[in-house]
């Protein structure tokens, strides 16, 4: 029997210099990372990225190489102190661009222009240099300049106004949308230049607006006002097309089963296993439109039924009969799921600091490569290598340019 050797992780060689902070910008360059590229991530004490402050923190005491979101989005890469308001640290940069394929930011508009540091620089440095802005609104534009983060960009977006209950507030998703899948557009586009530079020589500017690539998952609701002058309103669980359509308390404390009926044959299994097979030709419930229009009953009705049993209960009875559910899963059911641990998706990365975090692998496989990951790099763990190694700079210079706080 012959075994196949894996093959190098597809963007092995591939340098990026890396300005991206927060969420957004860091996902996309952590998929690069995993995917073999070497991502050299410029920080400084001066401007933390936000992220190592986020919690959670490791025993609850916050600390820049304590935080568990940092090391989420930040795997697989390197960490370079410089201070890029100091005229020596932007030398070093060019210096490190022109040895880099990719330059990756996601700043406001004006910062690296305020350092001389944008493209048109960068191009000057070396030729065929990729170049990715991740802001908010894209580089032109009324609105260009204005700031902001993923939470205010959900707003922005028009997520919040569609995410919550009716005749209630808007309820924000837990985590900001756009931040979460901004990065699929990003990683997509920067391969697509990686590509077209290997065919033509020739480098590019890549000006990604968040909002515009976060609309793309509010299409339907875009259209349903474009086409029928409809604005679509919050409507907590419920769906047009499914009934019932909702998550449904069970035993124990904040325990909740999602049910989705999507047909009419569902709707009939679903009573079967409720035991209540005469509401499936019930007047009120019969048809889609049927159950729609008296959905709070339906609710109540199947509520009823999953509160006195348990999440796994209700789960295993409906999936027997085929129809779609799932349990409200915890972070402690996610870290004991069966189906995960069998997939590899949540692994231990040690860490200095954290001690044994868990992290999220990709959720493809291939039989060819397993995507790399490293844990995230301490502030300026990597500055000295760097330095040394890619820069070729001397150890007295090194020191030089730390007591100057230009490596700060």
Not at 373 to 390: D, N, S, W, Y
């Amino acid at each position: 029997m012959t075994t196949s050797t894996p093959k190098a992780l597809p963007l092995a060689g591939i340098r990026v210099v890396d300005y991206c902070w927060a969420v957004a910008g860091p996902v996309v360059t952590k998929y690069l990372a995993m995917m073999g590229a070497e991502v050299i991530k410029i920080e400084s004490r001066a401007r933390l990225d936000g992220a190592r402050l986020g919690n959670p923190f490791l025993e609850g005491k916050p600390g820049v190489n304590k935080s568990g979101y940092f090391a989420t989005h930040n795997p697989s890469k390197m960490s370079v102190r410089m201070d890029i308001s100091k005229p020596e640290a932007q030398a070093l940069i060019r210096r490190l661009v022109a040895r880099a394929d990719i330059v990756s930011e996601s700043f406001s508009t004006k910062v690296l222009r305020e350092h001389n540091l944008h493209y048109e620089e960068m191009k000057k440095v070396k030729a065929d240099i990729i170049m990715i802005s991740l802001t908010m609104q894209g580089q032109t534009g009324p609105f260009a300049h204005h700031v902001g983060f993923g939470r205010t960009l959900g707003g922005l977006a028009g997520f919040d106004h569609l995410t919550g209950w009716p005749n209630s507030n808007p309820a924000a998703p837990n985590q900001p949308y756009t931040d979460l899948v901004v990065p699929w557009f990003a990683v997509a586009s920067i391969v697509a230049a990686l590509r077209h530079r290997n065919a033509t020589g020739l480098g590019q500017y890549i000006d990604m607006s968040q909002l515009e690539a976060g609309e793309h998952f509010l299409e339907p609701a875009l259209l349903d006002y474009f086409v029928n002058g409809r604005s679509e309103k919050r409507v907590g669980n419920r769906t047009p097309g499914a009934a019932p359509h909702n998550v449904y308390p069970c035993q124990g404390t904040d325990r909740w089963v999602a049910i989705a009926v999507m047909n009419d044959a569902m709707w009939t299994a679903l009573c079967q296993a409720m035991g209540k097979p005469g509401i499936a030709i019930d007047e009120r419930f019969a048809t889609l439109l049927a159950r729609k229009r008296n959905e709070e009953a339906l609710d109540h009705i199947t509520g009823e039924w999953t509160r006195p049993q348990t999440v796994e209960e209700v789960v295993a009875k409906l999936r027997g009969a085929g129809v779609s559910t799932g349990a409200v899963a915890r972070g402690e059911d996610l870290h004991s799921d069966a189906q995960l641990k069998h997939r590899g998706h949540l692994r231990i990365v040690e860490h200095p600091v954290l001690g044994k975090p868990t992290q999220v692998w990709p959720s493809f496989r291939s039989d060819e490569m397993e995507p790399e990951m490293r844990r995230a790099p301490l502030l300026g763990e990597h500055t000295h290598h760097v330095c040394r190694e890619i820069l070729g700079l001397p150890p007295e210079e090194i020191t030089r340019l730390e007591e100057a706080q230009v490596l700060f």
